[in-house]
């Protein structure tokens, strides 16, 4: 079984800064068929990058996705005051435990 | 638009059994490219896959819970459900239903609900 682990467990950071969280994989992914996910508080995730970088629909661009095999990184270049959330990566039923990005 | 709703009980007592039903709308269920899922996250903790079905009724569950889990699906209803067994205090938890897109860049949750709360305590 894959386990996903993310680090840092928090990022603090204040708006305007960049944020990069890491999702290591304990086995190589295929096709690199990684998933990200925002999840803002009280509300449902919502999915951000699959397959890795591609973004989904309606995802702003300075959210994007990058890595391949067992190593994996979501960037989002500015912070928005709408960013600070859980983050978390998953592949097939697998998911990461989280990071929180915080304001600092 | 797609949108999903749970419904069920929000209260459940333990050794009972946890009983929460899916409603889609703006697409049918039948669709071959989808799986239909759920979810669910203990209070202030991170999200766990419990289980996928197709709409002609095919299914995985998660290992942990495989014992416990059925689901279901009622495709003239547009509907599917989670039953979960002999529940537990460790059951607790805010349960989403979604929809999984298979192929292409992976599996995805592309669509969700907004979750409803299931607390077991006598």
């Known amino acids: 079984e894959i386990v996903l682990t993310q680090s840092p467990g928090t990022l603090s950071l204040s708006p305007g800064e960049r944020a990069t969280l890491s999702c290591r994989a304990s086995q190589t992914l295929s096709n690199n068929y990684l998933a990200w996910y925002q999840q803002r508080p009280g509300q449902a995730p919502r999915l951000l990058i699959h397959g890795a970088s591609s973004r989904a629909t309606g995802i702003p661009d300075r959210f994007s996705g990058s890595g391949s095999a067992t190593d994996f990184t979501l960037t989002i270049s500015r912070l928005e005051p709408e960013d600070f959330a859980m983050y978390y990566c998953q592949f097939y039923g697998t998911f990461g435990q989280g990071t929180k990005v915080e304001i600092k | 638009q797609l949108q999903l709703q749970e419904s069920g009980p929000g209260l459940v007592k333990p050794s009972e059994t946890l009983s929460l039903i899916c409603t889609v709308s703006g697409d049918s269920i039948t669709i071959s490219d989808y799986y239909w899922v759920w979810v669910r996250q203990p209070p202030g903790k991170g999200l766990e896959w419990i289980g996928s079905?197709?709409?002609?009724?095919?299914?995985y569950y998660t290992a942990s819970l495989k014992s416990r889990v059925t689901m279901s699906v009622d495709t003239a209803k547009n509907q599917f459900s989670l039953q979960l067994t002999s529940v537990i205090a460790a059951d607790t938890a805010l349960y989403y239903c979604a929809r999984l897109k298979v192929g292409g860049t992976g599996n995805l949750f592309d669509h969700w609900g907004q979750g409803t709360l299931v607390s077991v305590s006598s």
């Open positions: 079905i197709n709409y002609s009724g095919k299914t």
